[in-house]
Nanobody
Framework: VQLQASGGGLVQAGGSLRLSCAAS????????MGWYRQAPGKQRELVAT???????DYADSVKGRFTISRDSAKNTVYLQMNSLKPEDTAVYYC?????????WGQGTLVTVSS
């Protein structure tokens, strides 16, 4: 599975961004997709996940502000990020799990200025 993430950028606190992640290659059997992030000097952490059935899960820090969704026809997952805070600044990575094998995208930088 190849994952291509896009949509990062610089935004002021309180603003919004939408990340996209398109999966290609062997996409049959992907049962979980999600977003993780890694801030400078910190470990990579879960942001949100969505199953093939549409069930979602979020980190407590983003609940109520971020929304994950997917377009199965396009093999694409989205992360709508609203009310962004400076602490959301990180490289955001797309992830897909297919038959228990995890694949990662290249990461897209989100910078939130105060």
């Amino acid at each position: 599975v190849q994952l291509q993430a896009s949509g990062g950028g610089l935004v002021q606190a309180g603003g919004s961004l939408r990340l996209s992640c398109a999966a290609s290659g062997s996409v049959f059997g992907i049962n979980l997709m999600g977003w993780y992030r890694q801030a400078p000097g910190k470990q990579r952490e879960l942001v949100a996940t969505i199953t093939s059935g549409g069930s979602t899960d979020y980190a407590d820090s983003v609940k109520g502000r971020f929304t994950i969704s997917r377009d199965s026809a396009k093999n694409t997952v989205y992360l709508q990020m609203n009310s962004l805070k400076p602490e959301d600044t990180a490289v955001y990575y797309c992830n897909a799990v297919r038959f228990l094998i995890s694949s990662w995208g290249q990461g897209t930088l989100v910078t939130v200025s105060s």
